[in-house]
């Protein structure tokens, strides 16, 4: 079956625009998980959610970021006023049950790659 | 908090084993293992749960210390398909999060 999908695949914008990235999670899937990868770094865990619902906003890096999830499926994670140091590899994945125990596997989309000029 | 893991790199021949290390600070629930090729999403490769029960690939091993709050991957009998960056990532119970360590580079030579 269709596994996680993002787009866009890459983005490159500059400082101070907005961008909206897009995260369609496996058919199904209860949970929805967005991390951020800078270049050669591990994942920055940023916000998880539950059905419609974030459980936990407190990985997001600033009040310039935020994210919806609607019909549990699509979720967008949008930047606001983009800085540089906003340029990475955002990861979106999926869970069957997301109960929060995190007993779950995650199915990893192919990210969005991010350049701010 | 964020895992640590170690070694930060390892160079394999093909056939040889290796073990890769994450230890937390804090008391665990779960502990997940990923593998990501350059350029490629992670990969499940297992999940190990306070209380014994695991999840993952019959080809892959790894344990779980609850006690030291540390698990290990094993890798045995390299193949070059093994190649890649080993991340685990920890929660504890009360957790909304996965904090994942910063990754072990593999290298499987012929």
């Known amino acids: 079956g269709a596994g996680v999908s993002q787009s866009p695949s890459n983005k490159v914008t500059e400082k101070g625009k907005d961008v909206e990235l897009r995260c369609d999670p496996i058919?199904?899937?209860?949970?929805l998980y967005w991390y951020r990868q800078s270049l050669g770094q591990g994942l920055e865990f940023l916000i998880y959610?539950?059905?419609?619902?974030?459980?936990?906003k407190s990985g997001l890096p600033s009040d310039r970021f935020s994210a919806e999830r609607t019909g549990g499926s699509v979720s967008t994670l949008t930047i606001q006023r983009t800085q540089q140091e906003d340029s990475a590899v955002y990861l979106c994945?999926?869970?069957?049950?997301?109960?929060?125990?995190?007993?779950?596997?995650?199915?990893f989309g192919p990210g969005t790659r991010l350049t701010v000029t | 908090q964020q895992p640590v893991q170690s070694p930060q790199a390892v160079i394999l021949r093909e056939g040889e084993d290796a073990v890769i290390n994450c230890s937390s600070s804090?008391?665990?629930?779960?502990v997940h293992w990923y593998r990501q090729k350059h350029g490629e999403a992670p990969v499940f490769l297992m999940i190990l749960l306070k209380g014994g029960e695991q999840k993952g690939h019959e080809k892959i091993s790894a344990s779980f210390n609850e006690k030291k709050q540390q698990s290990s991957l094993y890798l045995t009998a390299s193949q070059l398909s093994y190649s890649g960056t080993y991340f685990c990532g920890t929660s504890g119970s009360n957790d909304y999060k996965l904090s994942f360590g910063a990754g072990t580079t593999v290298t499987v030579r012929a």
């Open positions: 994945a999926s869970s069957p049950l997301g109960d929060g125990g995190w007993g779950d596997e995650q199915y």
């Open positions: 959610f539950q059905g419609n619902s974030a459980p936990d």
């Open positions: 058919s199904g899937h209860t949970a």
């Open positions: 804090k008391a665990l629930y779960s």
